[in-house]
Nanobody
Framework: QVQLVESGGDSVQAGGSLRLSCQVSAYSQSVFCLKWFRQAPGKEREWVAT???????YYTDSLKGRFTISKDNAKNTLYLQMNSLKPEDTAMYYC????????????????WGQGPQVTVSS
């Protein structure tokens, strides 16, 4: 089992930056792929970025260069650094943890965070 607690959501102006944090509390020795998703009003939830158990990051193409995913294993915390924010980045941002089994991120063993709101004004 894992618990995810997010923080860092805020309202900013276009061009600004924010860093979201996701505290990961695992009650076992499980390994996780850690991910960020977002959901804008009236739209489906979309994948933003993943950092695998080995630290390899992956990004949705449209956000490469502006968003950076990272994790601090010592603090059990996942981050999403968002730069050059645009109004279209306005969304609820969710962190997620997929339990790893045989080096595969198991979507069917996914836990979600509560989703802080990020609002970007023009």
């Amino acid at each position: 089992q894992v618990q995810l607690v997010e923080s860092g959501g805020d309202s900013v102006q276009a061009g600004g930056s924010l860093r979201l944090s996701c505290q990961v509390s695992a009650y076992s020795q499980s390994v996780f792929c850690l991910k960020w998703f977002r959901q804008a009003p009236g739209k489906e939830r979309e994948w933003v970025a993943t950092v695998n158990w080995d630290g390899t990051p992956y990004y949705t193409d449209s956000l490469k260069g502006r968003f950076t995913i990272s994790k601090d294993n010592a603090k059990n915390t996942l981050y999403l650094q968002m730069n050059s924010l645009k109004p279209e980045d306005t969304a609820m941002y969710y962190c997620a943890a997929d339990e790893v089994e045989y080096e595969i991120c198991r979507r069917d063993r996914r836990t979600w965070g509560q989703g802080p709101q990020v609002t970007v004004s023009s």
